[in-house]
């Protein structure tokens, strides 16, 4: 972190201004050809959005650098804050987080799927069929019941969602550089996990020996016979929200992952946020007067333009849009719509696009912009900024940024 | 180069798309009180430039820093991916490499004009009334025959156009941080080449009495009986296309100093690229199947605005909208034009005022511009960037980026 970073540390302050981060995940899009060249947001009905639009300053967000298409972590740390080229977190760390296990430091973590493979080892479905996340707790029990240490680590397996969990790896001189097993393809085996530094020749062992007993015990089993291991990752040595902005703050969202980034920055996690848009909004309602940051996350903006479904991205943008009374109902002093990247639909995936984003507060500005879309944010008066200068706009607007010098 | 431009050579890789990179020299402008102040873009009738804007991402990029008026060096080096600010080359080190002479490490190579100067050594004329390319040939050829060696360092005389060439000095513990010896205007005596340095005072002594030697050699001529030497630089330490971001790269230019930087940063030279611009598009149909990379230089927009001539700036623009189809028809996957500076007819000069970009792709995106301007760019979805990173998008919308992070 640089200079630039830990001025706004220095210029902090507490006050009991409320600010709510609304992520819509993947939202920046680009002009669809089979639509009228729009682009979801402008395709959607969104007259709440319209309307908070016109009171809002607006601009365009690069998530990491220009061109780079970022992944869910980094795309979300700089909405937080911080910079994405700093702080890389793992897959397999974020998943543990946000299965709520309690990672220690030199502690391993790595995602892992459940999988199907021949009397060879080959694979043969690299998710097991998409087993039931019920299956994959059984399965997960068993291995714990049959496996407690290899080479004096201790081994900590919860289940996650259908065929994915988690493995911790818990003892001395453990070291996250590793390579994956996954072959990322059906028709192999799965890949020797490799050391890519003389430090982490041990725990390629344990891992490595870690995989032929859990084979052991299921390989006989039908149809998760096997696993593949992702995302070796220890924890990371990451200031909090508090540390950094003074910010007491909380997460609502429903998947694991953003649970997980959330909790790696400090912010308290609700377990059980909600089910839809709606009773994440309401729980937002409930928590008002308990936090100064909420950080809403709305996940099916970026599946949906994954799966190039056009419409139904655009479907969810009017359920947020629908919803949005009910944040607004609070009023929370400085409310940001945007997403941690951008998932075109016609490209069915992340991708390197700006983001578009707004901010409202008492003396956000506002730029003469009509609706909340990509276009209307490239006249915004924020500009084009890095995701990660996007926090100081919103400590700014909530006041709570101290003047700079005399 | 830190983490930000190395992140980029990380994330690539290699693949079958094709780049085209249109630079329009000093392609940049300002409004003209004297054509209803309009730019040469605005004022150019451009049918084509039009079509493609419709169907572009735009932008206006920053050459170096906000507020800098680049040379034509930094201008393409920010072009190519590369921080101006981290690479220096001086304009004998460019107009050597352009002249295709093969510079090793350690030489010197300075650009020099004949000149003309009375009896006392007084430049009467800094350009020797621009004698003749074949007069400059010869009078190089004199100086080989009759200069071959100052203490103990070899001299390659190589003329370029008119009055200009090239002296390479080869030899041990040469140093390029000299002063030049063109006293910039005419009635002066060309100055003493001094040492900025001291490691550099063995070759300010060779490079003094090079000025002598010469002087015996010719000043008995007309008109040519001088010379001026500018721009002492050694081959600077760059890493290539291929290195930083493993593209096939080619140059397609008319002027030495644009195939010297193209050969500096490892891109191939096409020695006879094309007499007009309809010859320039041509040449990159038939190279279109062997490089991933094309860099196509259009040298008189840039001295047409240093000429102050507005209208026929604006001829040029619309000599490239009329050769524009060439390019299309091969279908480039990603083209990109732009320009590697302003040069507003206005000011006669180089400017510091941002360049007006636009990139097509498939997956480019769009952002409502009906003209390729100054003006239409300023609301484009690139927003206002820094030139080094617009490799950056390029690659990106050549699918040539991998995802950043889990």
């Given at each position: 972190m640089d200079n630039r970073d830990h001025l706004i540390e220095k210029l902090v302050m507490q006050n009991n201004q409320k600010i709510l981060l609304l992520v819509m995940d993947g939202i920046g899009d680009i002009p669809h050809k089979d639509f009228g060249k729009k682009t979801p947001l402008e395709y959607a009905i969104t007259p709440n959005l319209d309307k908070l639009a016109k009171e809002s300053v607006m601009g365009r967000l690069i998530p990491v650098l220009p061109g780079v298409t970022p992944g869910s972590g980094p795309g979300h740390l700089g909405l937080f804050g911080y910079d994405p080229l700093q702080y890389q977190m793992g897959r397999g760390i974020l998943e543990a987080a946000g299965l709520n296990m309690n990672i220690k430091d030199g502690d391993i973590a790595v995602r892992c799927n459940f999988a199907s493979a021949d009397e060879n080892g080959v694979i043969t479905d690299r998710r097991a069929g998409r087993i039931s996340t019920e299956k994959c707790e059984e399965l997960c029990c068993l291995i714990s019941d049959n496996i407690k240490e290899i080479d004096g680590v201790q081994l900590i397996v919860r289940a996650s969602m259908q065929h994915r969990f988690v493995v911790v790896f818990r003892g001395q001189n453990l070291c996250d550089r590793l390579t994956d097993s996954?072959?990322?393809?059906?028709g192999k085996q799965p890949v020797e996990i490799k050391a890519?530094?003389?430090?982490?020749a041990f725990t390629a062992q344990v891992v490595n020996k870690f995989y032929q007993e859990v084979r052991k015990v299921i390989q006989n089993l039908k149809p998760a016979n096997s696993l593949l291991m992702r995302g070796f990752s220890a924890r990371p040595r990451i200031p909090t929200m508090m540390d950094r902005f003074k910010l007491n703050s909380v997460c609502l969202a429903s998947y694991p992952m953003y649970k997980g980034l959330s909790k790696l920055v400090g912010m308290t996690v609700i377990d059980e946020a909600g089910k839809n848009i709606e009773e994440l909004f309401q729980k937002y309602c409930e928590l008002h007067n308990k936090y100064d940051f909420f950080f809403i996350h709305v996940k099916y903006t970026d599946s949906n333009g994954e799966d190039g479904n056009f419409v139904q991205k655009s479907k969810i943008i009017e359920e947020v849009d629908k919803a949005l009374p009910i944040l607004l109902e609070k009023k929370p002093n400085v409310m940001c719509i945007t997403g941690d990247h951008s998932t075109p639909a016609a490209m069915k995936a992340h991708s390197w696009h700006h983001v578009p984003v707004m901010i409202n507060s008492s003396y956000c500005g506002a730029d003469g912009a009509m609706r909340f879309t990509e276009n209307e944010c490239n006249n915004g008066g924020l500009g084009t900024l890095e995701s990660k200068y996007m926090m100081n706009y919103l400590l700014a607007n909530a006041m709570k940024l101290n003047k700079y010098g005399a």
């Open positions: 996954d072959p990322l393809a059906e890519l530094d003389d430090k982490a």
